[in-house]
């Protein structure tokens, strides 16, 4: 992947199944292969991240091909709004991660086809290799013994929350490897059950984007609301994704300016918030409520 500009401060960390595309990327292979009965059988008897695994070995032993897997990749669902808020986002200087329990065959097939690729400096998933045999391999991204937290809504193979402590600390550090004077501001965007430990590690300064009505949006607005420090803002489909990120990124781009204003004054917005619309640069109320139960 090649790395994303980073130049304004603010890091947008994404999940990958039913963030940027808007679908589960296994259950798509697995239903576009002709292979649902299988793989909810091999669910019975094996974690996801195995059963997945398990899945692929048994199509490539019945002559399917790793191009084929692609080629269902290729078609799965990702708006054009998903695309304009990242290549947005991109150009107005913010710096771009997946974090994603999917696999990085299935998320480089689908970034690589919308030519999106390009704008993730990083991308955090289950590793996934194609063997000497043709046969796509899919691994879990926390090995034995096992990543050690003890939240229910971690899955064994991935806690994304430690992936997150790992990206902030790498955030808290400037060049060398020394404190950073200031940490860069992060927005994370998911919808599953697994984005809600790394949506705990984050901090005041930060944002976190659920989709409403989906499981992390449940677990947020209907748990301990004080656990969540971040500043919560909501989206339900993929044109409020486009317009609640980049109104904070907007956000974020004033601020700064008015940090660095010497005279105390009320400071023009910078050149990529006016170029903004309006309604965007203007920014985005918090609207999440301390407790309020919506149902998966």
């Known amino acids: 992947m090649a790395a994303s500009g980073g130049g304004n401060g603010v890091v947008v960390v994404f999940d990958f199944d039913k963030t940027i595309i808007d679908c589960d990327s296994d ?18 008897r094996l974690p996801w991240n195995s059963a997945i ?18 080629a269902s990749l290729r078609a799965a669902p990702l708006s054009p709004r998903v695309a304009a808020a990242v ?24 970034l690589d086809h919308h030519g999106l690729a390009g ?28 990543h050690g937290c003890p939240l229910a809504t971690c899955p064994p193979n991935m806690c994304k929350g430690k992936v997150m402590e790992r ?15 200031r940490r860069r501001r992060v927005v994370y965007v998911g919808d599953g059950r697994g984005d809600y430990c790394p949506s705990l590690k984050l901090t005041e300064m930060d944002y976190v984007m659920p989709r409403k009505g989906y499981p992390v949006w449940d677990l947020i607005a209907g748990g301990d609301r004080a656990a969540v420090r971040a500043d919560v803002r909501e989206w339900a489909d993929f044109e409020d994704l486009e317009a609640v990120l980049l109104g904070i990124v907007a956000e974020c781009l004033t601020s700064e300016h008015d940090d660095a204003d010497d005279d105390g004054g009320e400071a023009a917005p910078p050149a990529e918030c006016r170029a903004l619309p309006a309604t965007l640069a203007s920014g985005q109320e918090a609207i999440l409520p301390k407790a309020v139960h919506v149902p998966n």
């Open 167 to 181: 990206i902030i600390a790498e955030l808290s550090c400037g060049c060398g490897g020394a404190p950073a004077a």
């Open 27 to 44: 259950n798509w292979v697995v239903d576009a292969l002709g292979a649902t009965a299988r793989f909810d059988d091999l669910l019975r």
């Open 53 to 70: 695994d398990a899945m692929m070995g048994e199509l490539h032993a019945e002559g399917r091909t790793v191009e084929e897997v692609a």
């Open 87 to 110: 290549e947005t986002a991109r150009a107005l200087g913010c710096e771009l991660r997946v974090l994603s329990d999917a696999n990085a065959f299935f998320v480089g097939a689908v």
């Open 119 to 146: 704008c993730f400096s990083a991308v955090d998933t289950n590793p996934a290799a194609v063997d000497a045999d043709g046969r796509l391999r899919i691994l879990p991204y926390h090995g034995l013994p096992g």
